[in-house]
């Protein structure tokens, strides 16, 4: 292991983050980045004794913590990207076109798919440098254009497909400058957070996990992963989800 090996976690003020933050942080292997946008998230990371950066996921911001790292000759070991949301102030999923609104899609898709790829791009100099780097970003079954035969989420459907043609253009550059790197389009199951509340009135209680359930099926699904190039679309279970 490398003496600068280091394991970034994006979106660290989410449940699945702040889990998979806890669960680390206890095996004490190598030192933890918690990144997020807000500062009452991170002071309640700090106790756990990892390093936190408070970053609001624009381009400059991103490019300076990209730097930081490169000045610390950071050997990123694990990477996960946990931001995402289905619904917000204004809107919902949509289940019919007449629901479509233009300003709801841009939020969906600028939290679901421009803000993890902007987290790619502008640390992929580090990534390129990485021994061995797992990434692994939130995903979702239901952007599986083969699994949908229910229809309706227009927006989150889409913006979590986009993100996975996105990622599958990333392992292909990737697997160039880098054939130890290894990507995955993740999806976790429904987890007991704000994000799935409202729709957990349908879900069997034995399919309701608890964050720190969540993180631990992540930290297994991402232990077994082997760079071979390609970019898995698996769920808690290991098991390969349809594009």
């Not at 931001?83 to 600028?110: C, D, H, I, W």
Request: proline share 5%.
């Amino acid at each position: 292991m490398s003496v600068n090996s280091l394991d970034v976690v994006i979106g660290a003020g989410s449940a699945i983050g702040r889990a998979l933050i806890e669960r680390w942080s206890r095996e004490g292997a190598q030192p933890i980045l918690a990144v997020a946008r807000s500062a009452d998230s991170l002071s309640v990371i700090e106790p756990l004794g990892v390093q936190t950066h408070q970053c609001d996921y624009s381009e400059a911001e991103l490019a300076a913590l990209a730097s930081q790292l490169q000045e610390q000759s950071a050997d990123i070991s694990r990477l996960v990207i946990c931001n995402g949301v289905l619904q917000g102030e204004g809107y919902r999923p949509e289940r019919a076109l007449n629901q479509l609104k233009t300003s709801a899609m841009e939020q969906v898709f600028e939290i679901n798919t421009f803000l993890p790829m902007r987290v790619l791009a502008l640390l992929a100099p580090v990534i390129k440098r990485s021994a061995a780097p797992r990434i692994a970003v939130l995903s979702a079954r239901v952007g599986s254009i083969g699994d949908n035969s229910l229809g309706g989420w227009y927006s989150y459907r889409a913006s979590k497909a986009a993100l996975n043609m996105m990622l599958r253009c990333a392992v292909l550059e990737m697997r160039r400058v880098n054939p130890a790197a290894k990507i995955m389009a993740y999806h976790p199951g429904t987890v007991d957070t704000p994000l799935s509340q409202p729709f957990q009135a349908s879900v069997a209680p034995e399919k309701l996990f608890s964050p720190a359930r969540a993180a631990e099926a992540f930290d297994t699904v991402l232990s077994s992963l082997a760079a071979d190039g390609e970019l898995s679309y698996l769920d808690w279970r290991g098991e390969t989800i349809p594009w």
